[in-house]
C-alpha cells in the first residue's frame, strides 16, 4: 500500500491564514507584487492563492507581512483555480530560522542528539 501524501511530509503543515506579499516576475519579465494570505504553512513553505500564472520551479520572494520578514522561495506547485487564480505551492530555498513563529527550529537529522540527562 502507498504511503499517503501526509505521512511522506518533512513537517507539520497547519491552516493558518497569513497576510503576505509575494514579488516575483510574469513569463514576459514584467515584474509582479500579490497580495494575498497563506491557505496553509509548514516550517518548508506554504500554500498561496496567486493571480499571476507562475511556473514551477521559479523563484519568488514571500514577504511576511506582519513581521516584514522575507524569504526566497521556488515554486514547487501550481493548480488552477476558479476566476482566474492559482493555487501556488512554495518551499523555502532557505530552511533556517522560524519564519511562521510557530515552529519549533529544525534539527539536521544527522545531528548528534543526547536522549539523557548527565
Not at 506579499?21 to 507584487?33: I, T
Not at 500554500?47 to 522575507?70: N, W
Not at 483555480?81 to 512554495?90: I, N, Y
Request: aromatic letters at 6%; a positive charge.
Amino acid at each position: 500500500m502507498p504511503l499517503r501524501r501526509e505521512r511522506r511530509r518533512r513537517s507539520t503543515r497547519l491552516g493558518l491564514r497569513v497576510p503576505v506579499r509575494v514579488y516575483g516576475r510574469s513569463a514576459d519579465d514584467q515584474p509582479f507584487r500579490n497580495l494575498t494570505e497563506t491557505l496553509a504553512v509548514n516550517a518548508h513553505g506554504a500554500k498561496v492563492q496567486l493571480c499571476e500564472p507562475v511556473s514551477p520551479g521559479q523563484s519568488v520572494l514571500l514577504v511576511h507581512a506582519i513581521t516584514e520578514e522575507e524569504k526566497e522561495c521556488r515554486v514547487v506547485d501550481v493548480s488552477a483555480e476558479r476566476r482566474g487564480k492559482w493555487k501556488v505551492a512554495l518551499e523555502f530555498v532557505h530552511r533556517e530560522g522560524n519564519f511562521w513563529h510557530v515552529f519549533q527550529p529544525l534539527r539536521r537529522a544527522n545531528a548528534e542528539r543526547k536522549d539523557h540527562v548527565e
